[in-house]
């Protein structure tokens, strides 16, 4: 039997052999998905060239339909296993707006198949055949684990001269030396076919733990649920068509074979008429549902069809006649009914979490519904009147408290509500996952208000539980993103955020921006991720600071002044002090910027990001002792992006300062320590 050459490439610590689907760095067998394997050796294969995504889209995933985000998540994966930030060896360069090159040395070699056994082996084969000489142990000749898998031509000179030596003792014997070789031949044979079936036994075992440890990357069915429309247009009873919508939503949250758009994405459709194919193209889903209700008194109708979009086929309708104050019964009945008509397959605990709940007084839940609707609106002071009220009728509601916690959230980040409502909001969280532990919106937004002031390390673990629960949840892998980009672990941040988007795309419309392509420096692709601002004084905001950053200063200008007016919020005035630093009225920007400052200490607004903001402000309004300040504010509160602080433009007018230097170490104690914990 021949074997061809072994082939194999290695780069620094590591081995990579393509026939063999085997990657070492030294002798620890490192595992990667089928698809980042082919991606490694195609990057290896063309190591020093630049290639395009386009090249390596067509090649890895050819005849495949996948977006770039698939690309984004394979590098960033790759470098993982090659542990590119531990070692501090770059592997693979990212060319903006290009590609990526494998910039490491790599050696190829082809070598002949390894010696399967030593001169040991063969001294066990005279052995066997002379006897016990010289104190040796004797060896049976039916012991496999002692005999030659097969012989190289070295060896086989060896075992001839030793049986020349005896070859008149086989005679004496009876024994020939042609039988003695045939004999000796077909055991190898058999040998070696036994050991060829074992290494195809263990490589496929291989594969499948190796399987068992990748994330699944395979896309749940699309959804979407717009709110249902009001037959009677009383504005008493409108808040249902939203609310009621959501409260489905927030139930299918739980089912990992779907992808549902949350509430942020559809509210835009209240009242609207519906035409299916432009919603499902607008809303990128394969599946939606609508419908609608009439309210006459204390009788409720509602009526739905769920609908496939790309041939408008439907797939199922159902109404249902209730009393309004069983309005519960709605959600249990829409989801039982989605996960039917969809055919899908539940775990039991997907099964159980969207079973019927415990009943929730009705005057309770009522409030609850018009609390959402509320917050849904941003019209969040109202919004905390509504689910206080709920939480007093009936203080076991789990879900009544973490969107009162949202709200206390939303009104400190946005309105300055400051370190009250973020107390406030911590317990309402806590109390909802006292009641029920495994609450997926208690559990991210818990997570986001610790991000928000500075407890990056407790937040994750607790996105960490709710993909668990999900591992298709599109807000866990956002808000383990937007961890990530807090404490600086920058490319595991833009994977978490682009995996995010790839399991639902209108992530970036629903009031969330990916900053971690600006930290990266990645300003275009910055911009590109956002959406139309429209009337968004936030997203307005964020436009005009990509801008800044590419020094298109005039539309820059512009949109800062029109995020400003739309809404004077933390950021916009930020917003609105780097404007006066582009028309050069430095000490009106430098008022605005410590008017600013002054009301955030004062009502406690904690959120360390928009102080690092404050702090590039301050600095390109040249008044570093200012921007210093808020800066370590920024570090010891909780941003602790080490790699962007090393590299942030805006900051350059800091870098000779003793003190920036003292903050940047600052920042990178932590940020170590953090991938000391969860890398």
Not at 623 to 629: E, H, I, Q, T
Request: aromatic share 10%; proline share 4%.
């Amino acid at each position: 039997m021949v074997l061809k050459l072994r082939h194999f490439y290695e780069f620094g610590p590591f081995h990579l052999e393509p026939d063999e689907r085997l990657l070492r760095n030294g002798e620890q067998s490192l595992a990667l998905a089928p698809k980042y394997f082919d991606l490694l050796v195609f990057l290896v294969q063309n190591s020093g060239r630049l290639l395009t995504k386009d090249q390596i889209m067509q090649t890895v995933w050819s005849g495949s339909i996948v977006e770039e985000a698939n690309l984004t998540v394979a590098i960033s994966a790759i470098r993982k296993t090659l542990a590119e930030k531990e070692s501090g060896v770059q592997y693979i360069e990212t060319v903006p707006k290009k590609g990526y090159r494998f910039s490491a040395e790599v050696r190829e070699v082809e070598e002949p198949p390894t010696p399967p056994f030593s001169k040991l082996d063969a001294r066990s084969e005279d052995t066997r055949a002379h006897g016990n000489n010289g104190g040796d142990v004797a060896v049976s000749p039916q012991d496999p684990s002692h005999m030659p898998l097969m012989a190289t031509p070295a060896i086989e000179t060896q075992m001839g001269e030793s049986a020349t030596g005896s070859e008149s003792t086989e005679a004496a014997g009876g024994i020939s030396r042609s039988n003695r070789d045939a004999n000796r031949y077909k055991r190898i044979a058999a040998l070696v076919l036994m050991v060829m079936m074992l290494a195809v036994l263990v490589s496929v075992t291989l594969h499948l733990r190796r399987a068992a440890h990748v994330p699944s990357l395979i896309q749940p069915r699309s959804l979407a649920i717009l709110p249902l429309q009001n037959l009677k247009h009383d504005a008493d009873s409108d808040f249902l068509g939203f609310s009621l919508a959501d409260a489905v939503i927030t139930r299918l949250d739980y089912v990992s074979a779907l992808s549902v758009r949350p509430s942020t994405a559809v509210q835009k459709y209240r009242n609207d008429t519906i035409d299916i194919q432009k919603v499902g193209a607008a809303l990128n889903v394969d599946t939606i549902l609508t419908g609608s209700f009439l309210r006459e008194g204390d009788e409720l109708r509602i009526t739905y069809q769920l609908i496939e979009v790309k041939n408008s086929k439907l797939l199922g309708r159902g109404t249902i006649d209730l009393k309004y104050d069983n309005l519960l019964r709605v959600q249990d009945s829409v989801a039982q009914q989605i996960v039917q008509k969809l055919q899908l397959n539940l775990s039991a605990s997907e099964a159980e979490r969207i079973r019927a709940q415990a009943r929730i007084d009705p005057l309770a839940y009522e409030y609850y519904l018009r609390g959402v609707d509320l917050h849904g609106q941003h019209t969040f002071p109202l919004a905390i009147k509504m689910l206080e009220k709920s939480t007093e009728i009936d203080p076991n509601y789990a879900s009544a408290w973490a969107y009162l916690g949202a709200s206390y959230t939303s009104d400190a980040a946005f309105e300055f509500g400051g370190r009250e409502q973020y107390q406030r909001a911590q317990s309402a969280y806590e109390r909802a996952l006292a009641i029920q532990p495994s609450e997926l919106d208690a559990q991210i937004f818990l997570a986001n208000l610790l991000v928000d002031t500075g407890k990056v390390e407790q937040a994750v673990p607790l996105v960490f539980d709710a993909l668990k629960t999900n591992p298709n949840y599109a807000a866990a892998h956002w808000e383990l993103g937007y961890a990530y980009r807090f404490a600086g672990m920058l490319d595991e941040s833009l994977a978490e955020c682009e995996r995010a988007r790839a399991l639902d795309p209108l992530v970036k419309a629903n009031g969330s921006v990916l900053n971690t392509y600006l930290y990266l420096g990645q300003y275009e692709k910055f911009l590109d991720s956002l959406p139309d601002p429209t009337d968004s004084s936030f997203f307005l905001f964020y436009r005009a600071f990509g801008e800044f950053h590419e020094r298109n200063m005039e539309q820059a200008s512009r949109d800062f002044e029109r995020a400003y007016q739309l809404q004077p919020s933390l950021y916009t005035q930020i917003g609105k002090a780097l404007n006066e630093a582009i028309a050069r009225r430095q000490a009106s920007g430098l008022e605005i910027l410590r008017t600013v400052e002054g009301r955030m200490k004062e009502r406690g607004v904690g959120d360390p990001e928009a102080v690092y903001k404050v702090a590039q402000a301050y600095a390109v309004l040249q008044d570093k002792v200012s921007a210093l300040r808020a800066l370590r504010s920024s570090v010891e509160s909780g941003f602790f992006s080490y790699p962007y602080l090393a590299s942030d433009p805006l900051l350059n007018g800091l870098r000779n300062e003793p003190e920036f230097e003292r903050i940047l170490e600052a920042a990178r104690q932590r940020h170590q320590a953090f991938r000391a914990r969860f890398f």
